[in-house]
């Protein structure tokens, strides 16, 4: 079994569409969750980063953690087609270590 | 503050031969990792470096190797180059302070014939 497990996609959804983008993982002790996204040929750059159970909110995204199920989410509000990017969950291991999910392929098409 | 840069940003190479990859980071941060991302198995965790020492190491074969120089600029090397290795390899850096986010470079892609 992975450590994490993230469904490939691709998604894709209509401008103004509620996006909702998952993650499960194994090890109970993770604590510290991230959501990338990365366009093509681009590096990942950060978009949540969110400590144990709970939900976070920035603008259009919310990520949200629970525990207790070992599963992350994140989602967007009024998708645009600026969001278009493939979008990575990673956890932290350590302070210098993510294991990152295979990423979802999201499509907003106007 | 300008971001973290690699170099070069495109190479091809034959089997069997070497290659070197070079990341500055941020200024200021001193911890730098390096992943390989690919189609099948995503981002994985190659290796990573803080004050020029390597402290943790992803399960890479020891073809795979880096160092860390005295301003925080990394490399990273690869030997006897197989058609597996063709991949994204992307650096990321942050401060090694403790807690805190990793902020990645545009990546080096890496073909191998």
């Known amino acids: 079994q992975k450590e994490v497990e993230q469904d490939p996609g691709p998604l894709s959804v209509p401008e103004g569409a509620i996006v909702s983008l998952n993650c499960t993982y194994s090890n109970s002790a993770f604590q510290y969750f991230m959501w990338y996204r990365q366009y093509s040929r681009k590096g990942p750059e950060l978009l949540m980063y969110t400590y144990s159970s709970g939900n976070k909110e920035d603008g259009r995204f919310t990520a949200q953690v629970d525990k207790s199920s070992k599963y992350i989410s994140l989602f967007i509000r009024d998708s645009q087609p600026s969001d278009s990017a493939t979008y990575l969950c990673?956890?932290?291991?350590?302070?210098?270590?993510?294991?990152f999910g295979t990423g979802t392929r999201l499509q907003v098409f106007p | 503050k300008a971001g973290v840069t690699q170099t070069p940003r495109y190479l091809i190479k034959t089997r069997g031969q070497q290659v070197t990859l070079s990341c500055s980071p941020i200024s200021g941060h001193r911890s730098v990792s390096w992943y390989q991302q690919t189609p099948g198995q995503g981002l994985q965790f190659l290796f990573e470096?803080?004050?020029?020492?390597?402290?943790n190491k992803g399960n890479f074969p020891g073809r795979f190797s880096g160092r860390q120089f005295s301003n925080s600029r990394s490399e990273m090397n690869v030997s006897t180059l197989e058609l597996g290795d063709s991949a994204l390899y992307l650096c990321a850096s942050m401060s090694g302070g403790g807690q805190e986010t990793q902020y990645f470079g545009p990546g080096t892609r890496l073909l191998v014939l």
């Open positions: 990673a956890i932290e291991e350590n302070t210098d270590k993510l294991i």
């Open positions: 470096y803080f004050s020029e020492t390597q402290r």
